[in-house]
């Protein structure tokens, strides 16, 4: 139990596009998911905390209006990186809160982006 | 807000032998403590995690002591393994399942 997925596992777009990374909570509901970014070999930063039926909380220094979080279920948070550029390319891993359980937050796979 | 120092950044250590790796937190309101293992090119898997009301937690050969009042946790792995080869991280939280404070991640290499 207790499975978050995200998708895609990796991927690859030019510049100026916009990517969407869908983390999933498979076998319970989430009211609350995070948004992790990780440079390669570093530590994970929380990008936003994003609530399901409300707008999402950023972190000082991520802009809202280029990582675009949408929580519109209890099952599925998507990220969206609007305009990327090569220096978001990164590792973006979700994590989900259990709705009724008070246990850790499960992590997703993490969603490699590479931006050429 | 909370910051989160890890020492050491890497570890070199022979198969069997102990691996200890410490963590600070700054913030005297957390109450949660997870360690996560990260493989290359995956997610951080929870290997272990303690809570400000416990001490110290053992889960086989993985162990984990908390100072509130020095505001500092360490994690301890025995017998090492190969497989154990892989970073770790700490972490910090209010509680369980609210938003994490990462340490720096310590590289963990167990020679056969």
């Known amino acids: 139990g207790a499975v978050v997925s995200q998708h895609p596992s990796w991927v690859i777009c030019k510049s100026g596009t916009s990517v969407k990374i869908e983390c999933r909570s498979l076998?319970?509901?989430?009211?609350?998911m995070f948004w992790y970014r990780q440079f390669p070999k570093q530590s994970l930063m929380l990008m936003a905390t994003?609530?399901?039926?409300?707008?999402?909380?950023?972190e000082q220094g991520v802009e809202k209006d280029k990582f675009l979080i949408n929580h519109a279920s209890l099952t599925l948070s998507t990220l969206t990186v609007t305009s990327a550029h090569p220096e978001d390319s990164s590792f973006y891993i979700c994590s989900a809160r259990h709705r009724v359980k008070n246990t850790e937050a499960f992590f997703g796979q993490g969603t490699r982006l590479t931006v050429v | 807000g909370e910051n989160v120092e890890q020492h050491p950044s890497t570890l070199s250590v022979q198969e069997g032998d102990s691996a200890v790796i410490k963590c600070t937190y700054s913030?005297?309101?957390?109450?949660?403590f997870p360690w996560y293992k990260q493989e290359l090119g995956k997610g951080p898997q929870l290997i272990i995690d303690?809570?400000?009301?416990?001490g110290e937690k053992k889960d086989q050969r993985i162990a984990v002591t908390l100072n509130k009042t020095a505001k500092h946790f360490s994690l301890h792995i025995t017998e090492t393994q190969p497989e154990d080869s892989a970073v770790y991280f700490c972490a910090a939280s209010m509680a369980a399942g609210n938003k994490l404070t990462f340490g720096g991640g310590t590289r963990v290499l167990v020679k056969p």
């Open positions: 076998d319970f509901q989430a009211t609350t």
């Open positions: 994003s609530n399901e039926g409300s707008k999402a909380t950023y």
């Open positions: 913030d005297s309101a957390s109450n949660y």
């Open positions: 303690i809570r400000s009301n416990v």
